[in-house]
């Protein structure tokens, strides 16, 4: 399974990204994908999370009511709209992919992106 990670990029304070996640090698109805996100020193902390099959998913609480994770599993893609960006969502952004359901820790996960930096700033 391999991830790809794109669309991140530099944004002013109240603008918006969409980040996309594209899955090839075998993704779908059975893995569960989630958003990470890390800055220098920091762990990498969980920012969203979807099920396969179902539309369960979950967000960390600094990112409730702005962000929102999708899945295209015919395009084998999963989308992170971010909404009303703040400076503290500057980061480095993964994806990551496991098989059954989500969780929110990071070492549960088998399959990571390459990460695409999500800066804002004014």
């Known amino acids: 399974v391999q991830l790809q990670a794109s669309g991140g990029g530099l944004v002013q304070p109240g603008g918006s990204l969409r980040l996309s996640c594209v899955a090839s090698g075998g993704t779908g109805r059975n893995y569960a994908v989630g958003w990470f996100r890390q800055v220098p020193g920091k762990e990498r902390q969980f920012v969203a999370a979807?099920?396969?099959?179902?539309?369960?998913?979950n967000y960390a609480e600094s990112v409730k009511g702005r962000f929102t994770i999708s899945r295209d599993d015919a395009n084998a893609t999963v989308y992170l709209q971010m909404n009303s960006l703040k400076p503290e969502d500057t980061a480095v952004y993964f994806c990551?992919?496991?098989?059954?359901?989500?969780?929110?820790?990071?070492?549960?996960?088998?399959?990571w992106g390459q990460g695409t930096q999500v800066t804002v700033s004014s």
């Open positions: 990551a992919a496991r098989y059954g359901a989500y969780t929110f820790r990071a070492l549960h996960y088998s399959y």
């Open positions: 979807i099920n396969g099959g179902g539309p369960t998913r």
